[in-house]
Structure formats: structure tokens, C-alpha cells
């Protein structure tokens, strides 16, 4: 599937990790994408574009740290994680927080409709953090060839997105992943440990995880 959509090689991107223009998202072209290292980044009136940054974000499992506070709050049983239990309800509500470090979303109706067929296609994964019935956290992601690539988390409570990617680190780490792909490093995740690695060091990773792919389970 991977060889149907052909992207340019992600190391002749520009400066700011833009590598082309056009294209669509079917889900044949999200796995060629993912599969290479490069990601959907839409803006509101513009072709849709491809990126594969300079420098990516990632989180090593080895390297985590939990405040000792946010694990004291894990104890809470009034709260309760699901898997792939609402990924509708969790894009819909990344799409609609606000972040301090973007203007606008990315997460435009197309990508929302792309990714909830690619969640259905298997790929696509969420997280899902609940109190009383409520939806009041969530991320979601997405799993191509050995990989899971964070992509977007809310949250309605203090927390509980923070909880979300508690789960999915213990899942991931627990079915033989040391890593995963967080694209940008926000204030919340380097906290945690995320840090900037090279294209290059990241498009390494990729090949080794192709080469010795882990088959996972949400």
C-alpha cells in the first residue's frame, strides 16, 4: 500500500518542514504518509500541505517522568479510561480547544472525516478519559508500522488528557513499544520528558521500527 501514493523524500523539505502541496486523505495516502514520516497540516484556505519538520518531537517510555502529584490524582476512582470508545466525540472535541501556541485549528472538517475513516480502516486510536458517564478528556493518534504518532488532546477537567496519555504510555510500553511520535513538544509534554530529536535521527527510528514492526492492541 505504501508504494500506491509516492511523497517526496521527506529530507528535501524547506525550512519549516513543509514538503508539498496537494494530494488527498485517503487512507491509503495517510499510511504512505506516516509510514515516511510525514503529516497532514491543514490550514483554513490553503491546499492541503505535508510536513515533515527539521526537528520532531517524540517521547521515550525510558525517559517518562509523572509528578508525584499526578500519580497521587491516578488513584482517583471516580475517573475511568476506555480505548477506542468515542474517537468521533474525542477529534470533535480537539478540534474545538483553543491552544495558546496556534492560531485558529488545524483539525478542519476534512480532517476530521479523513481520520475518523482512518480510524474505522483500524489506524486511528483514541483515548478516552470519563467521570459520571461524561467525556471529559481524550487524545487521539495513530498507529502505522510500528509507530504511534500522537496527534491532538482536550480536556474538561484538570488532567485528565494528562491521564489519557498516562494509559496510553502503560499500553504502549506494556506490548513492547520504547517510544512514540509526538510531532510537537508542547509545554505539558516536556514536562513528561518529550524532547526534539533530528529528521534524520527520527526517519532512523522509523526504518528500525519497519524492519522489527510491533503489532499492538488498544
Known amino acids: 500500500m505504501r508504494g500506491s501514493i509516492v511523497f517526496p523524500d521527506p529530507r528535501s523539505a524547506d525550512e519549516?518542514?513543509?514538503?508539498?502541496?496537494?494530494?488527498?486523505?485517503?487512507?491509503?495516502?495517510?499510511?504512505?504518509?506516516?509510514?515516511?514520516?510525514?503529516?497532514?497540516?491543514?490550514?483554513?484556505?490553503?491546499?492541503?500541505?505535508?510536513f515533515s519538520p527539521?526537528?520532531?518531537?517524540?517521547?521515550?517510555?525510558?525517559e517518562v517522568h509523572w509528578p508525584k502529584r499526578f500519580l497521587r490524582e491516578l488513584k482517583d476512582p471516580d475517573y475511568?479510561?476506555?480505548?477506542?470508545?468515542?474517537?468521533?466525540?474525542?477529534i470533535q472535541e480537539c478540534a474545538k480547544t483553543p491552544r495558546s501556541h496556534e492560531s485558529g485549528t488545524w483539525i478542519l472538517p476534512p480532517i476530521?472525516?479523513?481520520?475518523?475513516?482512518?480510524?474505522?480502516?483500524?489506524?486511528?486510536?483514541?483515548?478516552?478519559?470519563?467521570?459520571?458517564?461524561?467525556?471529559?478528556?481524550?487524545?487521539?493518534?495513530?498507529?502505522?508500522?510500528?509507530?504511534?504518532?500522537?496527534?491532538?488532546?482536550?480536556?474538561?477537567?484538570?488532567?485528565?488528557?494528562?491521564?489519557?496519555?498516562?494509559?496510553l504510555v502503560q499500553k504502549l510500553s506494556s506490548q513492547g513499544l520504547g517510544w512514540m511520535d509526538i510531532q510537537m513538544v508542547t509545554p505539558i509534554l516536556e514536562t513528561f520528558g518529550g524532547?526534539?530529536?533530528?529528521?534524520?535521527?527520527?526517519?532512523?527510528?522509523?526504518?528500525?521500527a519497519h524492519g522489527n514492526p510491533v503489532d499492538i492492541t488498544l
Open 16 to 50: 519549516d518542514g513543509l514538503l508539498c502541496v496537494g494530494g488527498d486523505l485517503k487512507v491509503d495516502t495517510l499510511v504512505s504518509a506516516y509510514s515516511q514520516g510525514i503529516f497532514p497540516w491543514p490550514q483554513e484556505g490553503l491546499p492541503l500541505l505535508w
Open 54 to 62: 527539521p526537528r520532531r518531537g517524540v517521547l521515550d517510555f525510558s
Open 80 to 90: 475511568k479510561i476506555t480505548f477506542n470508545q468515542a474517537f468521533a466525540q474525542v
Open 112 to 167: 476530521v472525516g479523513a481520520y475518523e475513516r482512518f480510524h474505522k480502516a483500524g489506524y486511528a486510536h483514541s483515548v478516552e478519559c470519563w467521570r459520571e458517564g461524561r467525556l471529559v478528556g481524550g487524545l487521539y493518534g495513530v498507529f502505522v508500522e510500528g509507530v504511534f504518532s500522537g496527534e491532538s488532546m482536550f480536556h474538561k477537567e484538570s488532567s485528565t488528557s494528562k491521564r489519557c496519555l498516562h494509559a
Open 195 to 208: 524532547k526534539y530529536i533530528s529528521r534524520e535521527e527520527y526517519l532512523e527510528r522509523l526504518a528500525k
